[in-house]
């Protein structure tokens, strides 16, 4: 069996470039990979076209990334909560890709199942068909979407083990699983890693051969996006 498991995050990103296309799980701050986030920071990677439904927040997540300006054009379905991309956007400092949720994640997983390309009705008559094929299926029109092409593919999970099999929790699981094997490259970083053979193949969300890199992360702040409490009675 393969091992796949690499010591830390400096050597899991150690060929990640300036220019590189990089897909990053989650949804909001849930399931992110943060040291892997924090390690891009560190390096000082730039004219990063990044994949991923959001960017976080100013301060956490990639809008760490976009403090720095390290970002060159993000591809995401929203802008969120995040000012600081708001601004980039609207000054156009930073080139933004808006695309509908349920279609982002279908092409990163067109681009996991190897499937060049598929026919959604999402985005019809509006901007996001501009230049795009489109054809009528059952009488309903859809607009041809090209699978992303990433270089890396940088997933979060809960527990793997040594061979890459990856179980995510909750909700965590969103933009994690169909990243998974979309780009060239696939890390994981997990909380939990465990030797192969640990993990009930029953509960195991990703199979190790999606995963190129698996490392155990640390000190994970795990940050709530709204914190939303009951008022005492």
Request: net charge negative; glycine share 10%; with cysteine.
């Amino acid at each position: 069996m393969i091992n796949r498991k690499v010591n830390n995050v400096q050597e899991a990103l150690h060929d990640i470039k300036d220019g590189q296309t990089i897909m990053l799980g989650g949804f909001g701050l849930c399931g992110i990979p943060e040291n892997s986030i924090a390690e891009l920071v560190e390096k000082n990677i730039t004219d990063l076209t990044c994949i991923s439904n959001n960017a976080g927040v100013d301060d956490f997540g990639l809008g760490l990334l976009l403090q720095k300006r390290q970002i060159k054009k993000m591809i995401s379905s929203y802008v969120g909560e995040n000012a600081e991309f708001e601004r980039q956007m609207l000054s156009g400092e930073l080139e933004v890709e808006l695309t509908p949720q349920g279609t982002l994640a279908e092409k990163c997983r067109a681009a996991q199942a190897g499937i060049p390309a598929f026919f959604t009705p999402a985005g019809f008559g509006t901007e996001v068909a501009e230049g795009k094929e489109t054809r009528e299926f059952n009488g309903k029109m859809h607009v041809m979407e090209l699978a992303y092409k990433a270089d890396f593919s940088i997933v979060k999970a809960w527990k793997g083990d040594e061979a890459g099999n990856l179980i995510f929790k909750g909700t965590a699981r969103n933009f994690n699983a169909c990243m998974a094997g979309a780009a060239k490259i696939t890390i994981a970083e997990v909380e939990e890693l465990v030797p192969a053979g640990t993990l009930d193949p029953n509960q195991i969300h990703i199979p190790g051969i999606m995963i190129n890199r698996i490392f155990q992360g640390e000190k994970f702040e795990k940050r709530i996006e709204q914190r939303t409490v009951r008022q005492k009675s």
